[in-house]
């Protein structure tokens, strides 16, 4: 698990449309990786303070950046473009649909730094390249299993081969839920705290199911049986079932599951003949969405317990309570 980085001529290609960008110079330069996904506004460097540049972000020039280059003279408004070019950045974005500022377009092309321009206002180019690329730059990791959209629920369904992951995944489909992903799950932590899970491009939508072989959910049951991505909220993993084993039967302890450092709601099924798997799982879905509505049954099954106990022991019942 490490953080991604992505060539900017790649960015150019994938988002270059939706942000709005043109490559004016440096193009010798795009293979430079940019590995933050958020850009940075270099108004203390041009100031003379150079220091708290960051290499392998985009720089961004809004009006504030351009209207103090315009202020300068001429020789130290290339020194500080100078500067600018040499902490190492990915490249630099004029944004607004400004021209770039004199000097830079030349000093770009002699470094091999890219220089592109935006139509967009700078913080609105901010926002959606953060959105573009967070996704993309985040810790990630490929996963063994299955991901539906339970009702607003990402459920990621974990278990060895052969336990029936991809089989209550597609009885979930075919009770109106959707799939994400089967088999590989691609699992990327975006926004510090939140963990999305979506499909590889050549398994999208397809799911392989033992004696029917690969089949296509989205020509079967159409586009709102799929989705591309989506957080992932709980995951339940399928275990054979043992008579020895203990199981939780009361549900009063919160188990997690560590994704990429965020722990996530995490609950062990057994499977057995005569367990209707699909019906649990969609019973912990909607379970999560009442405890997020502040009703924990488990918990307040047990507090109503609690208070029997109490109000018995006041009475001076003389029978034994077992808890």
């Known amino acids: 698990m490490a ?3 992505l060539p900017l001529g790649e ?7 939706d942000l709005q960008l043109e ?5 010798s330069g795009l293979s430079r990786s940019v590995s933050h996904p958020r850009a940075q506004r270099p108004g203390l460097a041009l100031a003379g303070q150079p220091g708290g540049l960051g290499a392998g972000r ?6 504030e950046e351009l209207g103090f280059l315009g202020s300068l003279p001429a020789a130290d408004r290339l020194e500080r ?16 649909g400004s021209a770039p500022p004199e000097g830079l377009t030349e000093e770009a092309e002699r470094r091999g730094v890219p220089l592109l321009v935006s139509s967009l206002p700078a913080d609105q180019f901010e926002d959606r390249l953060a959105e573009a690329l967070e996704e993309q730059l985040g810790p990630s990791r490929s996963m063994h299993g299955v991901l539906v959209d339970v009702m607003g629920v990402g459920v990621m369904i974990l278990g060895k081969s052969g336990i029936g ?36 491009p050549l398994l999208m939508h397809h799911m392989e199911i033992r004696g029917l072989g690969i089949i296509n959910i989205k020509d079967l049951y159409g586009v709102s049986a799929v989705r591309e991505r989506k957080k992932i909220e709980l995951v339940v993993e ?12 009361l549900g009063l302890d919160d188990r997690s599951y560590d994704l990429l450092g965020v722990p996530t709601p995490h609950l062990i099924i057994p499977v057995r003949p005569g367990r209707y798997t699909t019906s649990l799982v969609e019973v912990a879905a909607r379970n999560l969405l009442l405890k997020r509505q502040g009703h924990h049954s488990a918990r307040e099954f047990q ?17 034994e309570v077992v808890e």
């Not at 490559?23 to 193009?27: D, N, S, T």
């Not at 399928?238 to 039967?249: G, K, P, Q, V």
């Open 303 to 319: 507090a109503r317990l609690h208070q029997a106990i109490a109000e018995a022991a006041e009475e001076g019942d003389g029978g």
């Open 81 to 96: 473009l100078g500067a600018l070019l040499a902490a190492g950045p990915a490249g630099v974005v004029v944004a607004g």
């Open 58 to 63: 985009l720089q961004v020039l809004g009006p």
């Open 165 to 200: 992951k991809s089989e209550c995944a597609l009885d979930l489909v075919m009770r109106g839920h959707r799939l994400v992903a089967d088999d590989v799950i691609i699992v990327r932590r975006r926004g510090g705290n939140q963990v999305f899970g979506s499909c590889s």
């Open 11 to 17: 960015i150019l290609e994938q988002i270059g449309f």
């Open 23 to 27: 490559l004016v110079a440096g193009a």
């Open 238 to 249: 399928l275990t054979e079932w043992r008579a020895e084993e203990e199981y939780d039967r």
């Open 3 to 5: 953080l991604a980085s």
